[in-house]
Nanobody
Framework: VQLQASGGGLVQAGGYLRLSCAAS????????MGWFRQAPGKEREFVAS????????SYADSVKERFTISRDNAKNTMYLQMNSLRPEDTAVYYC?????????????????WGPGTKVTVSS
């Protein structure tokens, strides 16, 4: 499975971005998928995950009520809608897939990683 994230960029605080993660090589419709991020000088952290059919989602406390994860299995693609962005959301965002139907995901049980897309939020 190859994952490719896109949609990052520079935005002002309070603005929004929509990240996409396209999978290729094989279908990911039976896999959990998620987003992680790594800010400069910090460790990579969990942002959000979604179960195989979208029925279950999980969010880091820092992004709840602002970010929404979703997926379109027909397109083999996952999304992260990021609203009310803050400077502390600045990071490289990575999409990930785990060979399970469950929603639980940590950076230690990810099976596939994509290259990151950079998000910069200016104050």
């Amino acid at each position: 499975v190859q994952l490719q994230a896109s949609g990052g960029g520079l935005v002002q605080a309070g603005g929004y971005l929509r990240l996409s993660c396209a999978a290729s090589g094989r279908t990911v419709k039976n896999y959990a998928m998620g987003w992680f991020r790594q800010a400069p000088g910090k460790e990579r952290e969990f942002v959000a995950s979604i179960s195989w059919n979208g029925g279950g989602t999980s969010y880091a406390d820092s992004v709840k009520e602002r970010f929404t994860i979703s997926r379109d299995n027909a397109k083999n693609t996952m999304y992260l809608q990021m609203n009310s962005l803050r400077p502390e959301d600045t990071a490289v965002y990575y999409c990930a897939a785990r060979m399970t139907r469950l929603v639980v995901m940590t950076d230690r049980n990810v099976d596939y990683w994509g290259p990151g897309t950079k998000v910069t939020v200016s104050s």
